[in-house]
């Protein structure tokens, strides 16, 4: 019986960590605020009027303009933790094309609603209030930026870990 437990084990990796599952988790519902916050738009004012639990919880908000600027605190810390688990989880499972496919989607919803809420700030515009050929022109610069994003942070994701192996080769002086 032991013999077959390491023939399993040794054909099928270690599945991502619960720590993984659970950073993918928070990350996703955060960025999915921010996009839904970004795209709909959400009047503060007219849900502070219609009371109840909502109404309590945005009469107290002091700043309402700062409610974006938290969330995107809030997506880049989770987006940090969500890429600090993927790398702590077993390098053969991380090598799988469905593990990679995970975690880059993760990374592109994420890029996508901070690109939304940017270039909407940038623009000073309501992305779904735009007309169709405005609205087609803007997705694509979006898509595009985040795309771009995406690249440039695989490509530091590949190039931070041989530099860090460098410096600790280096001795001190």
Not at 20 to 36: D, E, H, S, T, V
Not at 128 to 154: D, H, M, Q, V, Y
Request: proline letters at 3%; aromatic letters at 12%; hydrophobic letters at 50%.
């Amino acid at each position: 019986m032991p013999d077959e437990t390491k023939s399993a084990s040794a054909r099928e990796p270690r599945a991502l960590s619960t720590e993984y599952y659970k950073a993918r988790k928070q990350l996703m519902l955060w960025a999915g605020i921010l996009f839904i916050w970004e795209l709909v738009g959400i009047d503060l004012d007219q849900a502070a009027e219609s009371g109840g639990n909502a109404g309590a919880v945005v009469k107290s908000i002091k700043s309402r303009q700062a409610v974006p600027w938290a969330l995107l605190i809030l997506v880049g810390y989770f987006l940090f933790r969500f890429t600090v688990e993927w790398y702590q989880c077993n390098s053969s499972r991380r090598s799988m094309r469905v593990a990679k496919v995970d975690f880059y989607s993760s990374w592109f919803v994420t890029l996508m609603a901070c690109a939304l809420y940017l270039g909407q700030a940038l623009w000073r515009v309501q992305f779904a209030n735009l007309a169709p050929g405005e609205r087609l022109k803007t997705f694509s610069s979006i898509i595009s930026a985040a795309a771009a994003t995406l690249g440039l942070g695989t490509a530091l994701a590949q190039i931070l870990p041989r530099l860090l192996k460098r410096i600790r080769k280096r001795k001190p002086m």
